[in-house]
């Protein structure tokens, strides 16, 4: 069965540090992988996709990701947190045949001044 | 370019009335809809998608359906709203082709009392 986790709940991070929020995946074929950001009261906004090639994806704002197949991840990282980060990320995995994205929990994160 | 349309961005019923959410989508044809619903701002649930005029899927037995009357048309409906309809509602369009990015529009806040 396709599924995506997100092992944190939240991650707290100090403005400045370089952040990484957690995703794993689990699909039989190729894993096609996405991320979103929500901020409070808005719709997701899209950030990267992996479909295939380079394993380290480049997206907005400054994000990206790494795919790592033997570890079926697709972490989400930025060399240097702000404040304007703090938003709740989703990662998302393409279902295949099915039409859809299926999308993790969710994890929130928090960047302190 | 594109871009998708939600009204109304909050909303407030009383327990048993009816309700009609609208999505429109412009600057693209014969894309894929979706409906979500987001409980206390963390996980998404699908409620429906589309692929075309008239083909609706649903995904979880609900108080709710979804129609499709026109291409880039796509509303979320009930007929007698419960306590639990409550929560965050989510339009999105993807290009009909696979693993492509869904876009999210704004939301819709329902309440219901």
């Known amino acids: 069965a396709q599924s995506v986790a997100q092992p944190e709940d939240q991650v707290n991070v100090a403005e400045g540090n370089p952040l990484t929020v957690k995703c794993t995946y689990s699909?039989?074929?190729?894993?096609?992988l996405f991320w979103y950001v929500q901020y409070p009261n808005r719709g997701l906004q899209f950030l990267l996709k992996?479909?295939?090639?380079?394993?380290l994806v480049k997206g907005s704002y400054g994000f990206e990701a790494e795919f790592n197949k033997s570890q079926t991840s697709f972490h989400l990282k930025k060399p240097s947190a702000l404040v304007s980060d703090s938003a709740l990320y989703f990662c998302a995995l393409w279902s295949g045949g099915y039409n859809k994205l299926i999308f993790g929990a969710g994890t929130r994160l928090a960047v302190h001044p | 370019s594109q871009t998708i349309h939600q009204w109304p961005a909050t909303l407030v019923q009383p327990v048993g009335s009816p309700l009609s959410l609208e999505c429109t989508v412009e600057g693209t044809s014969n894309p894929n809809l979706y409906w979500y619903r987001q409980a206390a701002g963390r996980g998404l649930q699908l409620l429906f998608y589309s692929v075309g005029i008239g083909q609706i899927s649903s995904e979880v037995p609900q108080n709710l359906s979804a129609s499709r009357p026109q291409d880039r048309q796509f509303i979320l409906s009930s007929k007698k709203l419960l306590l639990s309809d409550s929560g965050f509602y989510l339009c999105?369009?993807?290009?009909?082709?696979?693993?492509?990015?869904?876009?999210f529009g704004p939301g819709t806040r329902l309440t219901v009392l």
């Open positions: 992996y479909i295939t090639g380079d394993n």
């Open positions: 999105a369009w993807m290009a009909a082709r696979s693993y492509n990015e869904q876009f």
């Open positions: 699909v039989s074929g190729n894993p096609y």
